[in-house]
Structures are given as structure tokens and as C-alpha cells.
């Protein structure tokens, strides 16, 4: 590399890999369209190489510019690692704490516990990140996660909290029409982004596909369309047996649980901040058990 390159160099490389534009790239870094490709430029002149290749896919990188992505790629891991590592040094319970988790946690099991813990460590911050996918905690997309797993990262620690019950739910209009062993029930189901749950997996081993009349990919709208009439679901208990006009049908379903962690990476389980988090939000949960394991 000539003299004068820059980390922002090999970012500008990365954001525009990353985005195959240089206007995602521009979007990534805060700059403007005129900006990275004024920047590219230059750099490709410093180096004397082209390092993308324009294509009707969007901007392809030459073997010049793989080096130097895969150069920037290991220095953005080495960052995060140092950032991660210093993170989990901090003494005092103070400063941003990102938390993931997925909506059906948020509206039915969490909020209340984050409100106590704000009061409880006004010096935190949360930043609250709802998503249903598995976000990277070694890449630091979040610090802690509140995730239903039976099967968390190895790359992560954390704490089991409890077993998820689930179990079938209908509308009171529904129970009183029909059964649940009728064969034309018709039934709500999940969408192919949820798909990898058990009771996901139930219904496409038990029930037909025409008696399958409604998807919907988060369970939150599951519960909806099941409070609505539209069908029998299976939900967990912590929000059937909570939800207005839903009806259990029967127990719990055991194929069907699951577990309830929180989890964080091994570098900042020390941090102050994580650790207070971690010792609140597990005892809190912990309270909630018998509504989670529905006993």
C-alpha cells in the first residue's frame, strides 16, 4: 500500500464491496453520492490499479481490490474485537447498552422489566433492538440478547431463565363452533421466516395444507389473527393466556417448548453495565417464570 493510506480508505473499499454502489456506499458512510466517487478515484490513482469494475450487477471488485477487501474486512474484525474487549472493562454501570430481542417479547414479556431497569440504572441507556433474526454479538449488533432458543451460539454465555410453553389457542366464538379434531377447523399457520419452529413443524406434519387458510411470519400477528377467529393456532402461553377472547384448548404442548435465555459475548460479561443488566433482567424474568412456563 502506498504511503498515506487510511482506515477510512480501506472503509470506502468495504462500504462500497459491501454495497455493490457507490450510493449504498455513500448511504453506509454519511457522504454523498459526488464524495465516494471523487474518493475512489483518488485512491485507485494513488495505487495505480483499478480496484472495481463496473457491471450490469453493480460495482465488481478486480483482483486488486479482493486484497484489499479482505485486508479491510480483517482490520473492521480487529476493531470490533478491540472495541468489544474494552467495553467489557468498564467499571461503573453507565452508557449505552444495546438489547436485542423479538417483538413477542417486547409487547408481551419486556417493557415493564426495561422501565425497571431504567429506573433502577439511570445512568444507562438502552437502545432496543427488535428483530426476529439472530443478530451478531461478536460483531457487537448488540451487547445482550433476550432470545427463545434451545440452542444459543457456543460463541455466546448467558443464563437459561425457562421452558416456553406453548400450547393451541382459538377465538371463544371458535371453541363454542367447532373442535379442534374437526377436519374442516381451519387453522392459522407461520410464514416461511418463522418456519423453523416446532409448532411450525407440527402443523406441516399434522395439518392439511388447505385447513392452513392464514400465514403470517411473526408470531405477534399470529396471536391477532387467532384473537380475530380466523383460525386455531398454537401460541405461547405467556401471550394466550393473557391475550382478551383467546381460549386454550387443551395443555401444553411438550414437543412444542422452548427456552428463554439471555445471552451476551464472553468479552463483556465483566462489563458493569452488562452485568447489571444481566443480574436485573434474569431475576425479573425469573419472577415471571410460572407465566412463562405456564404452571
Not at 474484525?77 to 452508557?95: E, H, M, N, W, Y
Not at 465483566?270 to 425469573?286: C, N
Amino acid at each position: 500500500m502506498p504511503d498515506g493510506t487510511t482506515w477510512d480508505d480501506f472503509r470506502l473499499v468495504k462500504a462500497v464491496a459491501d454495497a455493490r454502489s457507490l450510493g449504498g456506499a455513500a448511504t453506509t458512510l454519511g457522504l454523498n453520492h459526488s464524495t465516494i466517487f471523487r474518493r475512489l478515484g483518488a485512491l485507485e490513482n494513488a495505487l495505480g490499479t483499478r480496484l472495481f469494475e463496473r457491471a450490469r450487477i453493480g460495482y465488481s471488485p478486480t483482483a486488486a481490490g479482493e486484497e484489499m477487501i479482505a485486508l479491510a474486512n480483517r482490520m473492521a474484525d480487529d476493531i470490533v474485537d478491540f472495541q468489544r474487549k474494552v467495553a467489557g472493562r468498564d467499571v461503573k454501570p453507565s452508557g449505552e447498552l444495546r438489547v436485542t430481542t423479538n417483538d413477542t417479547m417486547l409487547v408481551h414479556l419486556l417493557t415493564p422489566i426495561f422501565s425497571s431497569f431504567c429506573k433502577a440504572y439511570p445512568d444507562i441507556r438502552l437502545d432496543i433492538i427488535v428483530a426476529n433474526q439472530a443478530l451478531n454479538l461478536s460483531k457487537r449488533d448488540a451487547d445482550v440478547a433476550v432470545r427463545a432458543t434451545e440452542r444459543p451460539p457456543e460463541t455466546l454465555v448467558g443464563r437459561r431463565i425457562a421452558t416456553i410453553a406453548w400450547a393451541r389457542y382459538a377465538s371463544s366464538a371458535l371453541v363454542f363452533e367447532t373442535t379442534v379434531e374437526d377436519a374442516s377447523s381451519p387453522w392459522v399457520g407461520f410464514g416461511d421466516h418463522v418456519s423453523s419452529l416446532p409448532a411450525a413443524r407440527w402443523l406441516a406434519e399434522r395439518v392439511p395444507a388447505d385447513r392452513l387458510i392464514y400465514r403470517v411470519n411473526t408470531v405477534l400477528g399470529l396471536a391477532e389473527a387467532v384473537a380475530a377467529g380466523m383460525g386455531f393456532g398454537f401460541l405461547p402461553c405467556f401471550i394466550g393466556d393473557r391475550t382478551a377472547g383467546l381460549k386454550r384448548v387443551g395443555e401444553p404442548v411438550r414437543d412444542l417448548a422452548g427456552a428463554l435465555w439471555l445471552l451476551t459475548h464472553p468479552d463483556l460479561r465483566h462489563s458493569a453495565r452488562v452485568r447489571a443488566f444481566m443480574d436485573h433482567a434474569g431475576a425479573e424474568l425469573s419472577k415471571r417464570r410460572a407465566t412463562v412456563e405456564a404452571v
